[in-house]
């Protein structure tokens, strides 16, 4: 089954304990984002990668790094994480990105961090 | 500077009656427009999108939207509402250009859609 696989899908955790939320795709997507959504706010784009080895900057970059040394996987890293980066996060890739770009999202990841 | 407004936090509709969600955008270039569901504890789901051609787009579930470049709008409708249909509804903008900008998307803050039986 065709799918972005997200884990964990739910995690407490507190300041400055560095985590991992990983990403997973099986499409052979180049094309691959984070996002995260909080209420009244929408979904805000972390980072992106455009393929293998190449990532940029989104709209709320700060506190988070990324990674994408394979084309399946695009984890999330939060190095030293604090109470506004508690959030839903998803993960979402593209197979067309260049000429349509619709993405498949992942079933979220939900963070708290006290 | 790329944008999306979504001007209602809430549409509530009868089951049976049309429904429209309402986004406008805001590009530098072209826009590749896109409209996005989700349902309770799940991810998105692409409902349709507008890259050229007919304004009126048909997608999934029987929704469509009316791209309309003057109103810079992407109004997204349904000509009779289902219970099943509510759900929190995203409009999303990409520059349609391979400028700087080509990685990115911008989503708006989202409708709640409530279908009343």
């Known amino acids: 089954e065709a799918q972005v696989t997200q884990n964990p899908r739910y995690l407490i955790t507190v300041t400055g304990k560095k985590l991992t939320v990983t990403c997973s795709q099986n499409?052979?997507?180049?094309?691959m984002s984070w996002y995260r959504q909080d209420p009244g706010l929408g979904l805000r784009q972390i980072y992106y990668?455009?393929?293998?080895?190449?990532?940029d900057k989104g709209d709320v970059p700060e506190g988070y790094k990324v990674s994408r040394k394979e084309k399946r996987n695009f984890p999330l890293i939060l190095e030293s994480p604090s109470p506004n980066q508690t959030s839903l996060y998803f993960c979402?890739?593209?197979?067309?990105?260049?000429?349509?770009?619709?993405?498949?999202f992942g079933e979220g990841s939900r963070l708290t961090v006290l | 500077a790329q944008s999306v407004a979504q001007p209602e936090d809430q549409v509530n509709v009868a089951e049976g009656n049309p429904l429209t969600v309402k986004c406008t955008y805001s590009v530098s270039g072209n826009p590749y427009l896109f409209w996005y569901v989700q349902y309770p504890n799940r991810g998105l789901q692409f409902l349709l999108k507008?890259?050229?051609?007919?304004?009126l787009v048909k997608g999934s579930y029987g929704f469509e939207a009316e791209f309309n470049k003057s109103q810079t709008s992407f109004h997204l409708k349904k000509p009779s509402a289902l219970v099943s249909d509510s759900a929190l509804y995203f409009c999303?903008?990409?520059?349609?250009?391979?400028?700087?900008?080509?990685?990115?998307?911008?989503f708006g803050r989202g409708t709640q859609l409530t279908v009343w039986p």
């Open positions: 979402a890739s593209s197979l067309s990105w260049l000429n349509t770009g619709e993405l498949f």
């Open positions: 990668s455009m393929n293998v080895e190449v990532t």
């Open positions: 499409m052979n997507h180049e094309y």
């Open positions: 507008y890259i050229t051609g007919d304004n």
């Open positions: 999303a903008v990409r520059d349609a250009g391979r400028g700087s900008t080509l990685g990115r998307l911008y």
